[in-house]
């Protein structure tokens, strides 16, 4: 079995709309069927070594997302030694992508972004406007597959 997979395939290369198969979860695995995913407006990179005093940070901005975005899904089939330990029970997480509602961890990360992005550790997408507003919407995912490389693409609903 395969599934549709988004794909940055080198630093700065080229987005792609490709397939990938579907792993078989090992133990202490999950399997987790995405549902709906939506890119993050803000896509980053945390370049070089951690350093000491970094890695609250990295964990932080790695694990909360600063920018709207998210994902939705469902877990598979657990592995028998995770069924044991969950003994029957439900989680259920909700991740915000808000400054607003992720306060504490997005205080961190907007007081240090100026510094990232003048030291080139933290790297903006550029844009490329998709044409039509919302009649353009067919035509971005063969944009992705064709010629928006390593660029975000942007559709604004009044065309």
């Known amino acids: ?10 630093k700065g290369g080229k987005n792609e709309v490709g397939t ?9 695995q999950v399997l987790v069927k995405v549902a709906a995913a939506a890119i993050n407006p803000v896509d980053h990179k945390i370049a070089g070594a951690p350093t000491s005093g970094s890695e ?3 964990v932080t901005l790695l694990t909360t997302p600063p920018a709207t975005g998210g994902h939705y899904g469902t877990v598979g089939p657990l592995a028998d030694d995770l069924k044991a330990k ?3 029970k439900t989680n259920c997480h909700s991740v915000f992508g808000s400054s607003q509602t992720d306060k504490p961890p997005s205080i ?7 510094q990232w992005l003048r030291e080139g550790k933290l790297v903006p997408n550029n844009l490329q406007l998709v044409t039509g507003g919302l009649d353009g919407i067919p ?9 928006a490389s390593g660029v ?4 604004h609903p009044q065309g």
């Open 86 to 88: 969950l003994g029957g």
């Open 20 to 28: 990938r198969s579907i792993p078989t979860p090992q133990a202490t």
């Open 152 to 155: 975000k693409l942007v559709i």
């Open 139 to 147: 035509e971005a995912p063969e944009l992705s597959k064709k010629e």
């Open 108 to 114: 961190l990360f907007w007081k240090i972004l100026t």
């Open 56 to 58: 609250p940070h990295g």
């Open 1 to 10: 079995m395969s599934q549709g997979a988004f794909m940055l395939l080198a």
